[in-house]
């Protein structure tokens, strides 16, 4: 029997949202976006909360089954108060990605400061502790995503310079000092992602190379729109896209997707690849809740490739 069509390829849980601000233990203003990660039979969340003073921090939730979450009153990462990390963190952390790399939780953040973005980076072994890196970019910089293993020997992470609004690689030998950057992927006109892309979720690796999701943004009478798509990128120099989704695989539909503090917004920081077919994907909404979706390995890497193209 052919299967049922669905308006996107990434399929929306039908309990979404899955957590709002009524489900957080204290009061706030905004929640943005949530890295994932699995760690002792648990999924885990870091959520991005904007607090009501207007700072945004870090905090941590869990569950058994990955839908619903038990979200932690205390801060897991914060802004420093003082150091080398205060006066680029003034006006909060955010947006955490994690990838584990030899056995060690990697986190990268954004630090949002009157100087501009930097990409920050932390790490943890056990979610109870966590330890600030260092801020491994230059601004204007975000969306840093690092690769779940090296690459030629090297530590490798995709970022977006604001200048371009494109995806890049950089590459370290001990994830303080990066360099060698090089252009990955750019905007594309008459698509559905031409104002400006970014690595949504870490680097996926799959048989046929490394699964990147992204989000697109489109400039629209209404307002900028935001989705998400797919690309695959070569195995061994991942600046190479082998394919790129022509369609993007979600976009902002349902009221809680449309309506919220930025409309018409689904970015995600986050998703899992179980049993080496499912994708779960962890998505903020409108900057006003976190939602879950699913969607077939086979079906996103068939969406990379719908086009035909050789890039």
Known sequence: MPRRKRRDVIHRYEGNPIITLEDLP???????????????????????????????????AASRDG?????????????????????????????????????TFYITYVADSPH????????????????????ITEPDNKNGALFPRKIGGRYAMLERPYAGDSVWISYSDDLTYWGSSTVVMTPRGGFWDPTRIG??????????GWLLLYYGEKGTSAGPLVRLGAAILDRDDPSQVIARSNIPILSP?????????????????????????????YYGASNSCICLGTGDLEDVVAACHESGEEF
Not at 46 to 56: K, M, Q, R
Not at 82 to 101: C, K, N, W
Not at 116 to 135: C, M, Y
Request: hydrophobic share 45%; charged share 25%; with cysteine.
């Open 26 to 60: 204290f009061a706030a203003a905004h929640i943005w976006n949530a890295g994932v990660a699995r760690f002792r039979d648990e999924y885990l969340l870091l959520i991005t909360v904007g607090g009501l003073e207007g700072l945004f921090r870090i905090y941590l």
């Open 67 to 103: 839908r619903d979450f038990r979200i932690n009153p205390e801060p897991f990462m914060q802004a420093s108060a003082q150091g080398l990390f205060a006066p680029y963190e003034e006006f909060g952390i955010r947006d955490p990605r994690i990838t584990q790399v030899d056995g």
């Open 116 to 135: 501009g973005l930097r990409i920050g980076l932390a790490r943890t072994d056990d979610f109870q502790s966590v330890e600030k890196i260092g801020l």
């Open 199 to 208: 690595a949504a979720a870490p680097p996926i690796e799959i048989e046929q």
């Open 253 to 281: 539909r349902e009221d809680y997707e449309r309506i919220g503090d930025v409309r018409n917004v689904v970015f995600s920081c986050g998703a899992l690849l179980e049993d080496k077919q499912e994708l779960k994907l």
